[in-house]
T-cell receptor, first 111, second 113 residues
Framework: SQQGEEDPQALSIQEGENATMNCSYKTSINNLQWYRQNSGRGLVHLILIRSNEREKHSGRLRVTLDTSKKSSSLLITASRAADTASYFCATDRTGFQKLVFGTGTRLLVSP | DADVTQTPRNRITKTGKRIMLECSQTKGHDRMYWYRQDPGLGLRLIYYSFDVKDINKGEISDGYSVSRQAQAKFSLSLESAIPNQTALYFC????????????FGPGTRLTVL
């Protein structure tokens, strides 16, 4: 079964706007990771946040983690058409040493 | 050259055929994984290996087998392919230390008729 559930399933915005995606999970984790997938291609790691961290930044990406609510959000600021992709959260569950992926959010950024 | 490669990139086969998908990596990682991706279902783990002599079943291992021939190579076999194994298959690696960030291959699109 999927550990992570993301919402929305799909998001359509204009260039320059911010995009926010959310991920909820069920069990305790070591860390939570976000990956991007361009259509039909392999996933690319974007950012990782550990269970003892609350917020992390990388370029135009901002990730938050709320372990009490078992949820995370990914914010992409000033979106570009090149950000069009599917975004997946993945949880590294405590004691399991393998990732469990969510079902993803499809982001469309229109010029 | 890509760090994680998969062959073939596309394959069309018939029900009942044996198929092998191969994965090679130059990252020097000990851990390797096979996933399948179906529309709307995200990635699901088929098998994983933390070392050459280590093989573990994932979430959906039925109908699949794997072989870890060397640290750099991890093969996935479908002994008798069936249509519901039509999917996109990904190999991934991780260093196994620290945070378990994974590096993915480009994928193999498999169609079973």
């Amino acid at each position: 079964s999927q550990q992570g559930e993301e919402d929305p399933q799909a998001l359509s915005i204009q260039e320059g706007e911010n995009a926010t995606m959310n991920c909820s999970y069920k069990t305790s984790i070591n860390n939570l990771q976000w990956y991007r997938q361009n259509s039909g291609r392999g996933l690319v790691h974007l950012i990782l946040i550990r269970s003892n961290e609350r917020e992390k930044h990388s370029g135009r990406l901002r990730v938050t983690l709320d372990t009490s609510k078992k949820s995370s959000s990914l914010l992409i600021t000033a979106s570009r058409a090149a950000d069009t992709a599917s975004y997946f959260c993945a949880t590294d569950r405590t004691g399991f040493q393998k990732l469990v992926f969510g079902t993803g959010t499809r982001l469309l950024v229109s010029p | 050259d890509a760090d994680v490669t998969q062959t073939p990139r596309n394959r069309i086969t018939k029900t009942g055929k044996r198929i092998m998908l191969e994965c090679s990596q130059t990252k020097g990682h000990d851990r390797m994984y096979w996933y399948r991706q179906d529309p709307g279902l995200g990635l699901r783990l088929i098998y994983y290996s933390f070392d050459v002599k280590d093989i573990n079943k994932g979430e959906i291992s039925d109908g699949y087998s794997v072989s870890r021939q060397a640290q750099a190579k991890f093969s996935l076999s479908l002994e008798s392919a069936i249509p519901n194994q039509t999917a996109l298959y990904f190999c991934a690696t991780s260093g196994g230390l620290g945070d378990n960030e994974q590096f993915f291959g480009p994928g193999t699109r498999l169609t079973v008729l």
